[in-house]
Nanobody, 124 residues
Framework: QVQLVDSGGGLVQAGGSLRLSCAAS????????MGWFRQAPGKEREFVAR????????YYGDSVKGRFTISRDNVKNTVYLRMNSLKPEDTAVYYC?????????????????WGQGTQVTVSS
């Protein structure tokens, strides 16, 4: 059965760093683009980053460009999100997702599978 398990969230001070991981199983990981989204209380789910199937192309939301880096390991079936220079407005539940297209999308509706989410809280 398909599983995406998000981990790595936590409480960090502004300016700090975290690395999120998402371990995939139950499907052919290398055949899916992967994305990270986040959702803060009372807000819509927001696109954070996505990476193509082979990892050669990456895309970022404007609010995280230059601070976050998405990467993947198709041997370990894992996608990562390195988050630097964290700000209080980055506080949210972060979700990884899988999209069977080549490079994914910034629209969360197109994704087929979702992780359970991991909470990131940035204190000021």
């Amino acid at each position: 059965q398909v599983q995406l398990v998000d981990s790595g969230g936590g409480l960090v001070q502004a300016g700090g760093s975290l690395r999120l991981s998402c371990a995939a199983s139950g499907f052919t990981f290398s055949s899916y683009a992967m994305g990270w989204f986040r959702q803060a209380p009372g807000k819509e789910r927001e696109f954070v980053a996505r990476i193509s199937r082979a990892g050669g192309a990456t895309y970022y939301g404007d609010s995280v460009k230059g601070r976050f880096t998405i990467s993947r390991d198709n041997v370990k079936n894992t996608v990562y999100l390195r988050m630097n220079s964290l700000k209080p407005e980055d506080t949210a539940v972060y979700y990884c997702a899988a999209d069977r297209s080549v490079s994914g999308s910034s629209d969360y509706h197109t994704y087929d599978y979702w992780g359970q989410g991991t909470q990131v809280t940035v204190s000021s």
